[in-house]
């Protein structure tokens, strides 16, 4: 019964590994459970959220970057790397929560700014 018991860690994480809802934030709180009592809760990742930080803003500003010239021009570009610069400062750096959520706020209204939809010009101007 015992090794039945201490089996139970082993099958819960091979059930997350497997798991297509790995991205529902609704089940978080159960895989963080889980891993936790794996003894995995407690493994140091702070090394490693400065270069993840850095990774994943270099892929938000190519978005920008990406067909500029079809959606809002290079403002938006702009916008977002003086919020990510922010960002980072804010939080590694400097580290102050207000430059930090400005950073993070600027990201997000620079995002907005750049799906938004253009205005077409009517047919008649394009003659």
């Known amino acids: 019964m015992k090794k039945t018991l201490l089996a139970l ?3 819960f994480a091979s059930l997350i590994a497997a798991s ?3 991205t529902c934030p609704a089940c978080w709180p159960l895989y963080a459970g889980v891993l ?3 003894g995995i809760g407690f493994v140091n990742y702070t090394k490693y959220i400065f270069p993840v930080t850095i990774i994943m803003l270099v892929v938000s500003l190519i978005s920008f970057w ?3 010239e079809n959606r809002r021009g290079y403002a938006p570009l702009i916008v977002g790397i003086v ?3 922010a960002l980072v400062a804010g939080k590694f750096y ?3 929560n207000y430059i930090f959520y ?3 706020m600027g990201l997000v209204m620079a995002s907005i700014w750049n799906v938004w939809p253009v205005q077409g010009k009517c047919k008649a101007c394009e003659i």
Do not use: M
């Open 9 to 11: 860690p082993s099958v």
């Open 20 to 22: 297509p809802v790995l």
């Open 36 to 38: 936790s009592s794996l």
């Open 66 to 68: 990406w067909k500029a």
């Open 83 to 85: 919020a990510s610069v």
């Open 94 to 96: 400097i580290d102050n």
């Open 102 to 104: 400005s950073g993070a």
